[in-house]
């Protein structure tokens, strides 16, 4: 049959109708008795309507051309002729257990085509554990119109074919993916690339001075945003010229570090601002008269075992620093 012959019966069914025709109803034969179709009386009057199926007795029968749309649909829902199938034919194939997956061609397709939801649901299944070291698949669809397609087969594509990218959120999948190289950081942390590139790009940064190269091409609230997102970056003079300039310090007093001690009480002896420091140093006050009730119950400040906690403690923070 043809592709708009097998489209224009089924144009309005449902996912779960067309899951019911092809996967549960009618599965040992062309009749089937009416007490099984209790569920499915929505699919049984459109067949009825259409010349597809009819009663006979106490008994669902197809007709000739139900049998020829059932075969037709039996062999569209595993071709790359999918593609073209109604919407709700598509998405049952995507989104329904199926003995086998569909084939490689047939999932570009489907990457490719009309419905943003059908797409995202191809590109995810090329991606399954199966195809995902396929990187040639990642590579044709690394240039999909559709970004969230993109992000999908980002961490499994050639990074450089992301050099132009334009939406941040697949920037940050390709850097999740840990394929980004130096290529990579330069073009998406240049002044010459969007803020939100440069702000997903900023998990590739670790050199200091880098930092400040890019701080130095952004606006106060870019800064405070940028130094926000990474707070292993906001560390002393770096954070407070941010803040100073941001004019909206509160965010990053929260999370900067090493904050030099002028800065500190200048904090404390405002009356107005500076609330993101003060909270934390109140924090602090008390997490310290905390830790030297406990510590009574080491021999003093050179027991072993204190330092061994102490150093455990320390290399935890430093590793939930670096996430």
Not at 39 to 57: I, W, Y
Not at 103 to 122: M, T
Not at 141 to 157: E, F, G, Q, S
């Amino acid at each position: 049959m043809e592709i708009k012959e097998i489209n224009e019966p089924t144009r309005n069914w449902t996912v779960d109708e067309f899951a019911d025709f092809l996967h549960y109803r009618l599965q040992h034969g062309d009749r089937e008795s009416i007490r099984s179709w209790w569920r499915s009386t929505s699919l049984l009057c459109k067949l009825e309507a259409t010349g597809l199926a009819g009663l006979d007795g106490d008994e669902v029968a197809l007709t000739p051309a139900g049998i020829e749309l059932r075969d037709a649909l039996y062999l569209l829902e595993d071709s790359p002729d999918i593609a073209d199938a109604n919407l709700n034919l598509r998405r049952h194939r995507l989104l329904d257990w199926h003995d086998h997956a569909l084939d490689p061609e047939a999932l570009l397709r489907l990457a490719s085509g009309r419905s943003g939801k059908v797409r995202v649901e191809a590109a995810r299944a090329l991606m399954d554990e199966e195809n995902s070291g396929d990187r040639s698949l990642a590579d044709k669809l690394a240039t999909n119109p559709d970004p969230k397609v993109r992000a999908i087969v980002a961490p499994y594509a050639d990074p450089h074919l992301f050099l132009d990218e334009t939406a941040p959120d697949v920037i940050r999948a390709v850097v999740r993916g840990g394929r980004a190289d130096d290529v990579c950081r330069e073009r998406w942390t240049s002044p010459d690339e969007p803020f939100g590139i440069r702000l997903a790009a900023g998990a590739l940064v670790t050199d200091g001075e880098e930092v400040d190269r890019m701080l130095a091409t952004m606006s106060g609230y870019e800064r405070i945003r940028f130094l926000c997102k990474y707070p292993r970056l906001a560390v002393g003079k770096r954070a407070v010229d941010a803040c100073r300039v941001g004019g909206d310090e509160p965010l990053l007093e929260y999370s900067m570090t090493r904050v030099p001690d002028g800065y500190l009480r200048e904090a404390l002896e405002s009356k107005t601002d500076h609330w993101g420091l003060k909270s934390r140093v109140e924090d602090y006050r008390q997490a310290l008269r905390e830790a030297m009730r406990l510590e009574r119950l080491f021999a003093g400040p050179d027991s072993q075992v204190l330092a061994e906690i102490r150093g455990q403690v320390e290399a935890e923070i430093a590793e939930e620093e670096e996430r």
